[in-house]
T-cell receptor
Framework: DQQVKQNSPSLSVQEGRISILNCDYT??????FLWYKKYPAEGPTFLIS?????DKNEDGRFTVFLNKSAKHLSLHIVPSQPGDSAVYFC????????????FGQGTRLTINP | DGGITQSPKYLFRKEGQNVTLSCEQN?????MYWYRQDPGQGLRLIYY???????QKGDIAEGYSVSREKKESFPLTVTSAQKNPTAFYLC??????????????FGPGTRLTVT
């Protein structure tokens, strides 16, 4: 039972354009969402997060949007840079209950020069 | 420098042998986690510990064991009962999850190959 889904295994974007990574979840108890970036053979690094009381959070080139009614979140990167090429994981947690992060399968983003 | 260390980076073992992966953090975090990553899959939770001397099974705990005798350390033992032990193992820590921050900080990972 995949509670957090990233349906696009890969995405290719031209340098300077916008990258949009999508994530869907099924558990309505999730109320905090995070995005992580991962390079090969390294641990993931935290990128940006959003609480369910917000619908947008921005940090520099990165913006996360949350649509609670659709149980959907997206990460926008603009402008995309070659160093953004990595695997991006979305994750979700419910503040109540087990308080475990649940990760999606990841999307491999490739930025083309 | 504060951070999470995992050693070794690469580990090779023969089938049937137990192996222990090290994870140490000096971030003064209460909670620690072990994940496994397989190609094309997300991170799957093996075990987690929210406080010293206490830990809980994650989603795929079979064939693994852990201990949490010190706040800084959370070693993972991959036993011979684990059917598919070859994977990339990631350790993480966070401020106790009952608090306001939920970001987990990850170590560099250990790639275990069992033949």
């Amino acid at each position: 039972d995949q509670q957090v889904k990233q349906n696009s295994p890969s995405l290719s974007v031209q340098e300077g354009r916008i990258s949009i990574l999508n994530c869907d979840y099924t558990n309505s108890m999730f109320d905090y969402f995070l995005w992580y970036k991962k390079y090969p053979a390294e641990g993931p690094t935290f990128l940006i997060s959003i609480s369910s009381i917000k619908d947008k959070n921005e940090d520099g080139r990165f913006t996360v949007f949350l649509n609670k009614s659709a149980k959907h979140l997206s990460l926008h990167i603009v402008p995309s840079q070659p160093g953004d090429s990595a695997v991006y994981f979305c994750a979700a947690i419910g503040i109540q209950g087990a308080q475990k992060l649940v990760f999606g399968q990841g999307t491999r983003l490739t930025i083309n020069p | 420098d504060g951070g999470i260390t995992q050693s070794p980076k690469y580990l090779f073992r023969k089938e049937g042998q137990n192996v222990t992966l090290s994870c140490e953090q000096n971030l003064n975090h209460d909670a620690m986690y072990w994940y496994r990553q397989d190609p094309g899959q997300g991170l799957r939770l093996i075990y987690y510990s929210q406080i010293v001397n206490d830990f809980q099974k994650g989603d795929i705990a079979e064939g693994y064991s852990v201990s949490r005798e010190k706040k800084e350390s959370f070693p993972l033992t991959v036993t011979s009962a684990q059917k598919n032990p070859t994977a990339f193992y990631l350790c993480a820590s966070s401020i106790r999850s009952g608090g306001a921050i939920y970001e987990q900080y990850f170590g560099p990972g250990t790639r275990l190959t069992v033949t």
